[in-house]
Antibody, heavy 120, light 108 residues
C-alpha cells in the first residue's frame, strides 16, 4: 500500500528538541520531493519545510528557519524533521507530505500526522 | 504571502445534492497552481484536484475544479455519503505554499 506514516509524537518542554520520522512505503522515496506541513490547534495548515529528492536542497518557513532541519535517508525510505529550540507556538499536528509529479508542488500523498506538544 | 479565503465556512446539504465551494486568493495565481483536498476525521487528507481543474488519480468525475486568477471553485456534482468532510484549498503558485481555512460539508 502506498502510504506515509509519521512517528515521534511527544510532549516537550519549551527550548527542547524532538525528531519526527516519516516512513514511506509502496513507492520509492528517492523519486520525490518531500515536505512537512503542520496544523496548530484551531488554526489552518502551515507549510514548514521541504527537501528535494536527493536531499541537496532544503527550504524552510521563516517561523522555523534556524531551529528545524529537514533530512532524508532514501536508503531507508524515511524522511525526518529535527526540531530544536521548541516554542509553545510549535505545538501542532505535523504532516509528512509527498509532492506530486507536477507541474508545481502540490501534495499528492499525506500521512495522518503526529502530534507535537510544547509545554512546561 | 498569498492568503486563501474559503467560503462558506459550513455547507449543509443532503446526499445527492450539488456542492459548490469557493476559494479566493489575495493575489493572482498566474499559473493557476491551486489544489483541493478532502479530509475526513482520523484519515490523511486526500488530493482531489490540482492545477485548478485536473482530477487526481482515482478521483471520481463528480468532482470538478474550475477558476483562474484569484477565484476558484470546487464542485461536487452529487454528494455521496463519503463526501461529507472538510475541504481545503492550497495555492502553490506564489511561495510559500498557503492553505485556505477549510469548508465543512455536513449532512443537512
Amino acid at each position: 500500500e502506498v502510504q506515509l506514516v509519521e512517528s515521534g509524537e511527544d510532549l516537550v518542554q519549551p527550548g527542547g528538541s524532538l525528531r519526527l520520522s516519516c516512513a514511506a512505503s509502496g513507492f520509492i522515496l528517492s523519486s520525490y520531493i518531500m515536505e512537512w506541513v503542520r496544523q496548530a490547534p484551531g488554526k489552518g495548515l502551515e507549510y514548514v519545510s521541504a527537501i528535494t529528492s536527493n536531499g541537496d536542497n532544503t527550504y524552510y518557513a521563516d517561523s522555523v528557519k534556524g531551529r528545524f532541519t529537514i533530512s532524508r535517508d532514501n536508503s531507508k525510505n524515511i524522511l525526518y524533521l529535527h526540531m530544536g529550540s521548541l516554542r509553545a507556538e510549535d505545538t501542532a499536528v505535523y504532516y509528512c507530505v509527498r509532492v506530486g509529479m507536477g507541474p508545481g508542488w502540490y501534495f499528492d500523498l499525506w500521512g495522518r500526522g503526529t502530534l507535537v506538544t510544547v509545554s512546561s | 504571502e498569498t492568503v486563501l479565503t474559503q467560503s462558506p465556512g459550513t455547507l449543509s446539504l443532503s446526499p445527492g445534492e450539488r456542492a459548490t465551494l469557493s476559494c479566493r486568493a489575495s493575489q493572482s495565481l498566474g499559473r493557476n497552481y491551486l489544489a483541493w483536498y478532502r479530509r475526513k476525521p482520523g484519515q490523511a487528507p486526500r488530493l482531489l484536484i490540482y492545477g485548478a481543474s485536473n482530477r487526481a488519480t482515482g478521483i471520481p468525475d463528480r468532482f470538478s475544479g474550475s477558476g483562474s486568477g484569484t477565484d476558484f471553485t470546487l464542485t461536487i456534482r452529487r454528494l455521496e455519503p463519503e463526501d461529507f468532510a472538510v475541504y481545503f484549498c492550497q495555492q502553490y503558485d506564489n511561495p510559500p505554499p498557503t492553505f485556505g481555512q477549510g469548508t465543512k460539508v455536513e449532512i443537512k
